[in-house]
């Protein structure tokens, strides 16, 4: 037997079957348009609402496009003005590094005056290892000075015109400066061979010197218009030449001339003009 409460449940589902399928009836015969347009009325400003809020960025409806390209405009604006700032911050920053260069440069070598000089260009053709500089006979630069970056040696100044300058760097095979090992005191000459495939080289080394790998290797001072002390490089291999019972010490260099973007050109006094321009 049914209880009290399963019977009320039966009835209630009978009650909404009726009712569902009269309403059903009702409205496959139109007779429910009256109730249809007053609801429609209520929910149509809540279904526009989210209508407009899904069909575009804005609030109540799509964003207007010429909002969106002024917009677009202004990023581009802010970002333009961001890039040359950052580019500008460069400049400086190099320039900072360069003038730190000198100073620390003109600390460790008081006596010597430094000109400092950012690199320009270097051989198009890629036969030669030289660069150009943006300083020249203008501000007292001459053929055989030496050039450092920032206390390491360079090359040397090959030929100058007024306001750019030719500078031959130490692993040309046209370059030769006098050099002394800084430990063992052995000194030779050093010359470049990067267009026999090397680097550097330190010749003409007495056979009893005794050179340790890793030694550094200075100018002498015996080179014309190059001052002693500067670094050259260090020595990673020894060969004894026992024809010529003399030491060749292969060099390796102290900084990447591939990377050199500004240079100190010392200058020397009692030096006779010069008129070779530069090329």
């Known amino acids: 037997m049914l209880t009290v409460s399963q019977r009320q449940t039966l009835v209630l589902v009978f009650l909404f079957v009726v009712v569902s ?5 009702l409205d496959s015969q139109n007779r429910l348009d009256w109730l249809r347009s007053p609801a429609s009325q209520v929910f149509s400003p809540v279904i526009w609402v989210f209508n407009q809020a899904g069909s575009g960025p ?5 964003a207007n496009p010429s909002n969106v390209e002024q ?13 040359a700032e950052n580019a500008e911050l460069r400049l400086l920053e190099e320039e900072v590094e360069q003038l730190r260069n000198q100073l620390e440069f003109q600390e460790t070598y008081p006596d010597l ?10 051989d198009p053709r890629g036969v030669e290892r030289i660069i150009i500089i943006d300083q020249g006979r203008d501000a007292g630069i001459r053929t055989g ?3 450092v970056s920032p206390e390491f040696f360079v090359g040397q100044v090959t030929s100058v015109d007024d306001n750019r300058a030719r500078v031959t760097l130490v692993l040309d095979a046209a370059a030769q400066v006098g050099a002394i090992t800084q430990n063992s005191g052995a000194e030779g000459v050093v010359y470049g061979r990067w267009q026999a495939g090397g680097l550097i080289e330190l010749r003409h080394i007495d056979s009893d010197a005794e050179i340790e790998e890793g030694e550094l290797v200075i100018t002498s001072g015996r080179t014309a218009l190059v001052p002693p002390g500067l670094i050259i490089g260090q020595v990673s291999e020894v060969e004894r030449d026992m024809q010529a019972d003399t030491q060749t010490a292969r060099l390796t260099p102290m900084l990447d001339f591939r990377t050199l973007k500004s240079v100190t050109v ?5 030096i006779e ?3 070779e321009v530069v090329e």
């Open 266 to 270: 010392i200058l020397s006094e009692d």
């Open 21 to 25: 399928a009269g309403l059903i009836m």
């Open 71 to 83: 917009e677009l405009e202004s990023v581009r604006q802010e970002r333009d003005e961001l890039l």
């Open 145 to 147: 000075m030496a050039v």
């Open 58 to 62: 804005g609030v109540f409806g799509s």
């Open 113 to 122: 005056e430094p000109v400092p000089a950012n690199v320009i260009s270097e």
């Open 273 to 275: 003009e010069e008129v």
